[in-house]
């Protein structure tokens, strides 16, 4: 049998390449750039493991029948699934492996624009002294509506964390009950209800053809005059070129953007210059721990599919 890496950014395979010779298979790792070269790597292969190049068509028919496709991460969408499972294949992923990292991410950035420190240190650093001038308006969190747009593991993880901080907290999901509701001790919405009155609305969704583009123009300008954006998510939720022209017009007061639609950001996206925005470069799954983690389960996923088991965490259209 054989397992094959086609592309990693990690110093050492070492976890990956010893879970291959616990299943008595070749392994081989490659730093494939296009999808020719993918699925030049993984022909005939039983267990591909995939980064950030690209499984296609050619490559989900150019593995072995039965075949498992892992990915390194959260997200899937450099693997078309739908080739994948046409050719019987098995596809996994890790969403879990930094949910704890994302979440300290998010409400850092959050309680950071909500007290107006980035805004603060430029004003002291350009001379200024004038606390209040910058801070109003500002809410006290007793009083601020902090809400979610979509409420699943890393939102919830995320509502933890500021639970004791005394928010009045909201969510828009489709997916979840009011009885969950309840017991999150969240008041369950609709999208444009969280639109018109939250103070701060977190992003936790998935980029789907529903949500992809959702905040655009018209739902940014639904959005009260002192609210602000966190997004930890999925880069395609928002039309970056509205939300820079919604910064910069006030239509909205703020925004921590940590994933964006090309990556990395390139140098003329008007978000670079947009006020009032702090950007950081998908910095939110990081810590030591968390890339031990996911080289740990991924190579525990290339065990189960050594011994003909499903993967751990099965991409959710593929059952």
Not at 64 to 90: C, E, F, M, Q, W
Not at 113 to 131: H, N, Q, T, Y
Not at 134 to 141: A, G, I, L, T, Y
Not at 216 to 225: E, V, Y
Request: with cysteine; net charge negative.
């Amino acid at each position: 049998m054989k397992v094959v890496v086609t592309d990693y950014t990690f110093p050492s395979l070492a976890q990956e390449e010893q879970a291959a010779r616990d299943g008595q298979a070749d392994f081989s790792a490659h730093q494939c750039k296009t999808a020719e070269e993918v699925a030049e790597a993984v022909a005939g292969v039983d267990v591909a493991v995939v980064q950030f190049a690209h499984f296609t068509k050619a490559a989900a028919a150019s593995v072995n029948p039965g075949a498992t496709v892992i990915r390194y991460g959260v997200g899937y969408d450099n693997i078309d699934v739908g080739a994948a499972s046409a050719h019987g294949l098995k596809v996994g992923y890790v969403p879990d492996y930094c949910a704890d990292e994302v979440a300290d991410h998010t409400a850092a950035a959050a309680l950071t624009m909500l007290r107006k420190l980035p805004a603060l240190d430029a004003s002291v650093r350009a001379g200024d002294w004038a606390a209040v001038k910058v801070c109003k308006p500002m809410k006290p969190f007793a009083e601020t509506r902090f809400g979610f747009f979509g409420l699943g593991q890393i939102g919830r993880a995320v509502l933890a964390r500021l639970a004791g901080f005394g928010f009045q907290f909201i969510a828009a999901d489709p997916m979840l009950t009011p009885g969950e509701a309840k017991a999150l001790g969240v008041t369950l919405v609709d999208a444009d209800t969280l639109l018109r009155t939250a103070d701060i609305v977190s992003l936790h969704a998935p980029a789907t053809t529903q949500t992809t583009g959702y905040f655009n123009a018209a739902r940014l300008a639904k959005m009260q005059g002192h609210a602000i954006i966190v997004n930890s998510a999925r880069g395609q939720l928002i039309v970056e070129d509205d939300m820079a022209a919604a910064l910069a017009a006030g239509t909205i007061a703020g925004a921590a953007l940590d994933v964006f639609g090309v990556e990395p950001l390139p140098a003329s996206s008007p978000l670079r210059s947009a006020p009032n925005c702090l950007i950081t470069p998908h910095a939110a799954w990081y810590s030591e721990a968390a890339i031990d983690r996911l080289q740990g389960l991924v190579a525990q996923d290339i065990g189960r599919a050594l011994r003909g088991e499903g993967p751990r965490k099965p991409v959710p259209s593929t059952g």
